[in-house]
């Protein structure tokens, strides 16, 4: 079973779902120590203040917010945790909307919510009705001292948690200032585009794809620790500038061969 | 505009789109330093060998991967490098998707890509591909190296432009069935339970509209800020009460749809805290 990161409850109504809250994803990225290349020790972090030059111990670090160059306001970390919200330990789902409206830039982080104690009907009533209705239900979260817009989905047989993304954190493309071509791409463009994307269309299987940088680093380790030396491999670079429809032709013809 | 953080070559086929990546994400958090209390003075991190307890400059430190066996192996950031795939300037489109069949979870960091040459093909394809995603209403798949890591992303339509989504491998995304999601049938909801639970959700059913969520939690700290700044002092908030389980799924259902008709819901979270107390 996974290790519940979180414990508390979702109401929708007066109904009251208890749950626990597991990460959905795990990191297995491959993580070094930075050690000092002269004598392969390990390397120590050392906070010291800027006008003694002395280690400061971390009871005497605050946390400054700079309002002008140099000047700052200090805060203790209660002082910043103030601002979190009521630490209720509820998620109250203020609202139910379409899964399909939410465009998903606004999924942030993924975690899975288990069955609290004494939830187990409350959680597969939730679960159902959020799958049947296909809703998904808004609420706030309050986790690790900061209040989050979340969104609570059925997700197979379980639920779901995502932290949201605030509409004022997302750049709108308007704000790119995208260039217009001279022309619009014409309709034969667009139709061997169209067979190009048929023709490379498939199911998505997320197993297809497999993370190979982070193997070639596992095999540098192991080559390195059996006191093999890597090679170097070269760069080659596809040229920018083309004849759009000829480039479309030759994809298509390759692909069909 | 935004700053790009990348510039390559979108591949499709035999097209070439060059496009610089761009956030699709602004950070609007507010950031603290670390200061020392006692006379308010920035605090500095150093780094320090715990060999020979000197200060160690940037360029004489490297990584080192620790073993099972406590040894390690040094790894220089150019034989990093030079693992790196051999066109890490490309994003190689490998297939299209249906974007309905990828479900978020696998989603990680937005960016936009935005045409990165002046050129009128290079500008018509980039056009050509997001009228062509928005039509089909499908996504493409493929990998990109950035700062020395491999990405598998999703390039899709998003508002006239073209987005990339990073995405988590398949390994990082914890499978639901480890999940406790209480699926024994004793479990299951009966019906009437179901019909009642659906009718308040479609009750309490509205548009999407983001833009009405605004986040409290940086209006607050904002607020603490700048009462501390005027040198007032910060209460943090007691616990609230947490409600306790229904032991009748069906009342308090039919209760909140009793109530959704009578226009009472902002009441619910007074009532349920009353619930939750002991009786006196």
Not at chain 1, 71 to 88: C, K
Not at chain 2, 117 to 128: F, H, M, N, T, V
Request: proline share 4%.
């Amino acid at each position: 079973m996974l290790r519940s990161i979180w414990n508390g409850t979702i109401t929708f109504g007066l109904t009251v779902v208890p749950i626990k809250v597991h990460s959905a994803t795990e990191d297995h990225g491959v993580h070094f120590h930075q050690v000092h290349a002269k004598d392969g020790a390990r390397i120590k972090q050392r906070r010291v203040c800027s006008e003694e030059g002395k280690e400061v111990p971390y009871k005497e670090v605050a946390k400054g917010y700079e309002v002008r160059s140099g000047e700052y306001v200090l805060l203790s970390q209660d002082e910043i945790n103030a601002a979190a919200g009521e630490q209720s330990h509820l998620i109250e789902i203020e609202e139910f909307v379409c899964a399909a409206e939410i465009d998903p830039v606004h999924y942030d982080h993924g975690y899975y919510l288990g069955a609290g104690d004494d939830g187990q009907d409350a959680y597969r009533l939730l679960h159902d009705a959020l799958a049947k209705a296909e809703r998904v239900g808004i609420g706030r979260w309050v986790f690790h001292n900061r209040e989050y817009l979340v969104a609570v989905r059925a997700l197979d047989d379980a639920l779901a948690l995502h932290t949201m993304r605030f509409a004022d954190e997302l750049v709108a493309a308007d704000d790119l200032d995208l260039p217009t071509p001279s022309r619009a791409p014409s309709k034969r463009e667009v139709q061997m585009a169209g067979q190009l994307v048929d023709s490379l269309h498939n199911d998505f299987k997320p197993q297809a794809f497999e993370d190979g940088y982070r193997e070639r680093v596992q095999q540098l380790i192991e080559a390195k620790s059996r006191g093999e030396e890597p090679e170097l491999p070269e760069d080659a670079e596809p040229a920018g500038g083309m004849d759009l429809e000829a480039a479309l032709e030759a994809s298509l013809s390759g692909s069909r061969s | 505009m935004a700053r790009s953080l990348w510039t390559g070559t979108l591949s499709f086929g035999l097209v070439n789109v060059p496009v610089a990546l761009v956030s699709a994400v602004r950070d609007v958090d507010f950031h603290f330093h670390q200061i020392h209390e006692k006379d308010a003075a920035p605090i500095e991190v150093q780094r320090f060998c715990s060999e020979e307890d000197v200060e160690v400059p940037w360029e004489e430190i490297t990584h080192a991967y620790e073993l099972k066996d406590g040894g390690q192996v040094i790894v220089s950031d150019l034989e990093l490098q030079a693992i790196e795939p051999r066109r890490t300037r490309t994003i190689d489109i490998e297939q299209f998707v249906d974007l309905a069949d990828v479900d978020p979870i696998y989603f990680d960091h937005p960016y936009f890509l935005v045409p990165a040459a002046e050129d009128d093909g290079s500008i018509r394809a980039y056009r050509l591909l997001t009228e062509v995603m928005s039509q089909t209403d499908r996504a493409a798949l493929g990998r990109f190296v950035m700062r020395a890591k491999e990405y598998m992303a999703i390039v899709r339509h998003r508002e006239g432009a073209l987005t990339l989504t990073t995405m988590r491998f398949a390994d990082e995304v914890r499978a639901t069935k480890d999940v406790d999601a209480a699926t024994q049938k004793s479990h299951k909801p009966t019906k009437k339970q179901l019909d009642a639970a659906v009718a308040v959700i479609e009750e309490l059913s509205c548009e999407w509209e983001p833009e009405k969520f605004k986040d409290r939690y940086r209006a607050r700290l904002k607020r603490v800020v700048d009462r501390k700044r005027k040198g007032e002092t910060i209460k943090v908030p007691e616990a609230a009460q947490t409600p306790s389980p229904a032991p009748d799924l069906m009342a308090a259902l039919e209760q909140t749809l009793e109530q959704l008709q009578k226009g009472e819901s902002a009441r619910w979270s007074q009532q349920r805290e009353r619930e939750a107390e002991p009786a006196t």
